[in-house]
């Protein structure tokens, strides 16, 4: 039996790697509709070889949808998500919109997939960042339990969509070039200055909140505690946008609630843990980067040493492509899941 399938947004760069994702898994589609914002409406996307129009994005296009895919902004989820549920609709929400509403399950199938059970129409799609540390954190907090974690990041440009990592490439040209160029969009479109990105490193992704972290590092934070169900976990993030096209990198500090594991326990469970590829072999140099990472689902992990001073601390490198575990990988996986468990009518 196939579904229908509404993607909404299918022009972005999650969205385009969305439906590459549900061509690449054969998902078991009857009938998909594409839509999109009224400015992208008309353009065409092809999938499986069949150019599709895209259609504008209104109440009414979710009759007879199954299951909708939506990565168009928080504010295209606020106003259709519900017209698309009260159509008969589940919907994957790969935007900030509902994560944290406690009716709203948010799910990473490797660490929380039960939660779909509980699910009332919208399941939230977590951000990237915190979807590939909990992947590699899951294995951890099952075996040892977790008291503390620690994240530094260092965030690719096509986080921030298919316009900055444009920005990118355009900066780099014109400084090898010798010519000048103004920064137009990162570190946040909407905020007050734009900085370079081009051979530098930015300490802000997305606008800062009121206690000075960002609301991407707050994501982290709030967003790792709902899906691992873990409300006492001490969390703690920086974030930093790095001139890379794709591809997460994330320096993770974990303390365990037990000061029984050794660095070769930790690697065990994680080269067996669903999702992880561990890249562990530091005296051949190899650990995961995100040139490497580029195109697949896994979330990759290496560098994983003891602390020095705290016997229960653990440091490790985590990478994953942030279009796809990140972001259209998920949502796809999700969906998956929710068909796997009958959730789908
Ligand atoms: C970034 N993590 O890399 C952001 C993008 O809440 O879904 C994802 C924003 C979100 O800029």
């Not at 992208?40 to 069949?50: L, P, R």
């Not at 990478?319 to 068909?339: F, T, Y």
């Amino acid at each position: 039996k196939g579904f229908h399938v509404a993607v909404v947004g299918a022009t972005g760069a999650v969205g385009q790697q969305m439906l590459q994702t549900l061509e690449k898994r054969d998902f078991p589609i009857s009938k998909l509709t594409l839509l999109s914002s009224a400015r992208s409406a008309g353009k065409t996307v092809s999938f499986k070889g069949v150019e599709y129009k895209l259609e504008e994005a209104k109440p009414e296009s979710f009759q007879g949808v199954d299951i909708a895919l939506f990565s168009a902004g928080g504010s295209v989820s606020k106003e259709l998500a519900p017209a698309a549920v009260e159509h008969g609709a589940i919907v994957v929400d790969n935007t900030s919109a509902f994560r944290m509403d406690e009716n709203v399950p948010l799910v990473v199938p490797e660490v929380n997939e039960q939660d779909l059970l509980n699910h009332k129409g919208i399941i939230a799609n977590p951000n990237c960042s915190t979807i590939q540390m909990v992947v590699a954190l899951q294995p951890l907090k099952e075996k040892y339990g977790l008291k503390k974690v620690i994240v530094s990041t260092y965030q690719a440009v096509s986080g921030s969509g298919a316009a900055a990592v444009e920005e990118l490439t355009q900066q780099t040209q014109a400084i090898l070039n010798n010519e000048p160029f103004t920064p137009e969009i990162l570190p946040v479109k909407g905020d007050k200055k734009h900085y370079q990105i081009a051979f530098n490193a930015i300490p802000q992704i997305d606008k800062f909140t009121e206690n000075g972290f960002t609301f991407e590092e707050m994501k982290m934070i709030n967003e790792t505690k709902k899906i691992m169900h873990s409300e006492d976990l001490k969390v703690a993030a920086t974030c930093v946008r790095l001139p890379v096209a794709t591809g997460h990198s994330e320096s993770v500090y974990v303390e365990l609630d037990s000061a029984d594991a050794a660095v070769a326990d930790i690697q065990a469970l994680l080269e067996k843990a669903p999702g992880v590829v561990l890249q562990d072999q530091p005296q051949e140099q190899i650990y995961p980067m995100p040139a490497n990472c580029v195109g697949s689902n896994d979330v990759f992990v290496g560098r994983i040493r003891q602390d020095i001073d705290v016997p229960e601390g653990f440091h490790m490198w985590v990478v994953s492509d942030n279009l796809l575990k990140g972001a259209a990988w998920n949502s796809v996986q999700i969906a998956e899941s929710l068909i796997k468990l009958g959730l789908v009518k």
